[in-house]
């Protein structure tokens, strides 16, 4: 049997592959091993996937693609936290974005671009991904992503930037204020998820003006810092996964359009394509 995971820093879906082609699918928080360590994973699935672990025993092969794991210690913090509930088992792990890669690109080059809670891009050769500057996290970096849309709310809220009218839908819904935004971004842990959840707010006034060039501005701030940074951009396709490029998917072909990207699939969770494209690796 085989065990595939995506993992943001949100949430983590999995695909377990039984073995008679049945499909189980499961989901735990994020496993992000920048904010979370061995033993906080190992603890998350203890307390979220016991129904997963029950399958521990034949379980033969597992393939963790995660936010992250972008370098070989982040690896081993994954790989011995699972380890600790599926010790019998083959397990890889690799960064999400080479599991976008392989969800969106198959074995053509491209570029796949992360836009969901945070974002990313990484140019994929068709055998393997070349991460290249980007990718600094939520405090330097994610642009077009959940955080950076929810840090351009609370900020606009904040400084009383917003169209009176939206200011007061978001106060109603949030109740925010400065004591309250300060202690859950600079005091309490997972601070990019939280600023992350704001960004649905974004769907309730979506054909305002303001909304339209909030996201017109993030966007683009994505294409032109990201994307544009590589010379060959124009020359391949441009996929995206991920909640904020799923939900805004004609406001991002649009600006892709006028950038002269070429956008390839837009898909919200890369968790099927990824299944499947491991299991025809895989010859299952």
Same mark, same amino acid.
Not at 28 to 34: C, D, I, M, R, S
Not at 93 to 98: C, P, R, T
Not at 258 to 274: A, E, N, R, T
């Given at each position: 049997?085989?065990l595939?995971a995506?993992? =943001?820093? %949100?949430?983590t879906?999995w ?5 008679d #082609?049945e499909v189980?699918?499961?989901r735990?928080a =994020? @496993?992000? $091993? ?7 994973i ?5 307390d979220?996937?016991g129904d997963m672990?029950g399958y ?12 992250g794991?972008?370098? $070989? ?8 936290a699972?380890?600790?509930?599926? $010790?019998?088992?083959?397990? %890889? &792990?690799?960064?999400?974005?080479l599991?976008?890669?392989?969800a969106?690109? #198959?074995?053509?080059k ?5 836009l969901?809670?945070g974002s ?5 050769? #068709?055998e393997?991904?070349h991460?290249?500057k980007h990718g600094?996290?939520? &405090? @330097?970096g994610d642009?077009g992503g959940?955080?950076w849309?929810?840090k351009?709310l609370?900020?606009d809220?904040l400084?009383? /930037?917003?169209?009176?009218d939206?200011s007061l839908?978001? #106060?109603?819904?949030?109740? @925010?204020?400065?004591?309250i ?10 601070a990019?998820?939280y600023l992350?959840t704001?960004a649905r707010?974004?769907s309730?006034i +979506? ?7 909030l996201?017109?501005t993030? @966007? ?8 544009? %940074?590589? $010379?060959?951009?124009? +020359?391949? /396709?441009?996929?995206?996964v991920g909640s904020?490029a799923y ?5 991002l072909?649009e600006?892709c359009? %006028?950038s002269?990207?070429h &956008?390839? /699939? ?14 025809k +690796?895989?010859?299952?």
């Amino acid at each position: 049997m085989i065990l595939v995971a995506d993992s =943001g820093s %949100s949430k983590t879906d999995w695909l377990l592959h039984l073995k008679d #082609g049945e499909v189980k699918q499961f989901r735990t928080a =994020g @496993l992000n $091993p920048y904010f979370l360590s061995e033993k906080e994973i190992a603890k998350i699935l203890q307390d979220q996937a016991g129904d997963m672990i029950g399958y521990a025993g034949e379980i033969d092969e597992i393939y963790f693609f995660g936010a992250g794991c972008s370098s $070989p210690d982040r690896h081993e913090i994954v790989s011995n936290a699972i380890s600790t509930w599926f $010790p019998k088992s083959y397990i %890889s &792990v690799d960064s999400d974005l080479l599991g976008c890669a392989y969800a969106t690109c #198959g074995h053509e080059k491209g570029f796949c671009c992360v836009l969901g809670t945070g974002s990313n891009i990484s140019f994929f050769d #068709g055998e393997d991904i070349h991460s290249g500057k980007h990718g600094l996290g939520f &405090v @330097l970096g994610d642009e077009g992503g959940g955080t950076w849309f929810g840090k351009a709310l609370i900020t606009d809220y904040l400084y009383g /930037k917003m169209p009176h009218d939206i200011s007061l839908m978001f #106060g109603a819904e949030y109740q @925010l204020t400065k004591e309250i935004v300060i202690r859950k971004v600079y005091q309490t842990p997972n601070a990019n998820s939280y600023l992350a959840t704001f960004a649905r707010f974004i769907s309730k006034i +979506r054909q305002s003006d303001y909304a339209q060039n909030l996201l017109r501005t993030g @966007l683009l701030e994505f294409i032109e810092t990201n994307i544009k %940074s590589y $010379p060959q951009y124009h +020359r391949y /396709k441009c996929h995206f996964v991920g909640s904020i490029a799923y939900v805004f998917n004609d406001e991002l072909k649009e600006v892709c359009k %006028s950038s002269g990207v070429h &956008v390839g /699939k837009i898909i919200k969770q890369p968790i099927h394509d990824l299944l499947a494209f491991i299991l025809k +690796r895989e010859n299952r």
